[in-house]
C-alpha cells in the first residue's frame, strides 16, 4: 500500500514525537554526566553541554562503590535470565504441547503472582528468606527475580512456540525424537526471538528491580545498582554529577543486551518448512 | 518392506466417532489410496496408522506386529506431509538424515544414505541449501528423501501434493509412481484428488463418514461401482444421476423411464438383485459414455446450456426436461451447441441403477 505525502508526514511526526519523548531522558542523563557540577545545576539548564568533564566518572570508578554494584547487578541479572529462560522454555513447552490435567486452570494460575504488589509478599517473604538463612544473599534476589518474571516468561514463550507448525513437530515424532530433543534441536531455533525476548525481559526486570533488592540485601558489598545508587542521594546534598554518570553507566550493559540479542530478532525463521 | 492390516478399527474425539470400524488388509508392496471429501476421514485413519492419533478401539499390525500402542517411531513407517513439514533451520542432508541420526546410526552410513536418497530424488545439487532456497516440488522430494532415508515399511503420504500447482503436481505425481516401481515398498496415500487416486493406486480404498464405502483396483471402481457415491466420486467430471421410474422387469434387464427428461424403455441389466415395477431408482450415466442418438437404443432429451470445448474433447452442459442437469462429453466439438434442443444417446450396457438408498442394483 502507498501511503499519501500527507499520512507520510503524519506518520514520520508522531515517531518523532514519539523518539524525543523517549530519548529526552536519556539525553538529558547522558549530557549531564559530561558537564561540570556547576552547569548541571546552572539556573538555566543547558540543553547541549558548553563544558566537559569526565570527573564524574573518574570518581564513579575510582572513589564509589559503583562497580561493586556493576558486578552484583550483573550477576543477579545474568543468572536471574539464565534460570527465567531454562524454566520457562520447558513449562512453555509443557504447557503448550503436553496434556495434562488441570492444564488450562493451571496455566491461568501461574498469572496470580502477579495479582498482589511485592510490598505484600515482601515480609513473608523476608521470614520465609530468614529462615532458610538467604538474607544478605544474592542468590535470594534471583530467587524472587525468577519467580517474578516466570509466568509472564511462560505466556510469552508458549505464544511464541505457538508460531511453529504442528507438522515440524509431528514430522520429528515421526522421525523418532524424544520430547527434549524435539524442543532443544527443532522448537528452540526456530523461536530464537521468544527466547531473546524473555531473556531481555526478564534481564531488565532484575536490572531495575529495587524493592527486594533493597531489603534482602543488607551489607554495602552485595547491593546491586538501583538500591546502591540510592544511597548517593544523601540526606543534605546530592551530587548530581556522580548520579548522572552512574545512570549512563548502568544504562550501558542493557544497550550491549540489546546489541548481541537484537540480531535474533529476525523474521522468517520457520520459512521454508511449510507450504 | 511390509504388509499393513486394520481390524475394526475405530476413533472417537470426545463424543463424535470419525473413524467408525474400518477393516482393511494391504499387501506388501502395495500402492493403496485412501480418497474421500472432506471430513470423511482420510487423514485421521493415516494418522492412526502413523501413531500420530490413538486408536480408541481396533487393532493395527504393520508387518504382521501389532502396533496399536506403538511410538511412530517404532512402526517402521515414514510419513510425507502436506506441508512438507521440514526443520526450516537445517540444510537438506541434515533434514533427511535427521531421523538415521535420531535412531543413531553412523555418520558415515548417514552420509551414504542422504547421498542415495538424493539421488534417486535429483537432489544432490541443493545437500547444502536450507529449505528456504528450494521451491515448492523441491522441498516435497526433501521430504520424501526423509522418508526413504529411513527404509521403512510402509510409506504414508498425506496429501502430497496438494500444496504444488497443477503442472508440478502432474511432475511429482509420475515422481511417486516411480518411486513405487523402484523401491516396492508399501505405501499409503491420502488425496481427495480422485485423478491422483485413479493414477498412482493399485488399490483404492473409497471413504465416507469414516467408513469404507468400496475398496477395489481403480478401474474395478470405474466400472463396477458399488454405490452411487463411489460412481459419483471416481470419474472425471462425475457421473449424471437420473431419477427414473422401473416400468418392467423382463429377462433379467430392469426396463426404466424418465418420461419428462425424454426416456423411455431402456433396459438396464443388474447386478443380481431386481428391482420392482414401479420402483424408483437413479440411473447413473458417465458423461463420456453417450453415443449419438440416432440409432441409441434410448435418449435423453435436454436444452444444451452450455459448452466446453478444451479442443479433444468437449463437454456439452444440459437442462433436461425433469430439471435435472446432465454433463454430455463429446470428441466432435461441433456436435453440439448452445441454446440446442438436443437428443444424448445412451448405451445401455454402460448404464447404472441404483436403488433409493444409493445402492447398485
Known sequence: MRRSRRQAAALYGSLAFIALIIGLPFWWVATGSIKLPREIIQRQPTMVPHSFTLQHFEKLL?????PVYLVNSLAVALFSTAFTVLLALPAAYAFFRMEFPGRAALYRVILLAYAFPGVVVLIPLYGLFARVGLIDNRAALVIVNVALALPFSIWMMRSFLATVPREIEEAAVVDGAPPLTILVRILMPLIAPGIASVAIFAFISSWTEYLFASVLIV?????TIPVGFAGIIGQYQIDWGLLLAGATAAIIPVVVLFALVGRWFVAGLTEGAVK | MAGLSLKSVKKRFGETEVIRGVDLDVTDGEFVVFVGPSGCGKSTLLRMIAGLESTSEGRIEIGGRDVTGEDPARRGIAMVFQTYALYPHMTVAANMGFPLEMAKRPKAEIERKVAEAAKILHLEPYLKRKPRELSGGQRQRVAIGR?????PGVFLFDEPLSNLDAELRVQMR????RLHQQLGTTMIYVTHDQVEAMTLASRIVVLRAGRIEQVGAPLDLYENPDNSFVAGFIGSPRMNFIPATVDAVEGG?????????GLSGLAVATRGELPKPGAKVSLGLRPEHFVPAEGAAAALAGLVTLMERLGGVSYAHAQLGNGESLTVESRDARSFAAGDEARFGIDPARAFLFDEDGRRL
Do not use: G, L, M
Open chain 2, 147 to 151: 522418508a526413504i532415508v529411513r527404509q
Open chain 1, 62 to 66: 575510582q572513589a564509589s562503590d559503583f
Open chain 2, 253 to 261: 434387464k430392469a426396463v426404466v423411464s424418465a418420461p419428462e427428461a
Open chain 1, 219 to 223: 551489607s554495602d558489598a552485595r547491593r
Open chain 2, 174 to 177: 509420475i515422481e511417486i509412481a
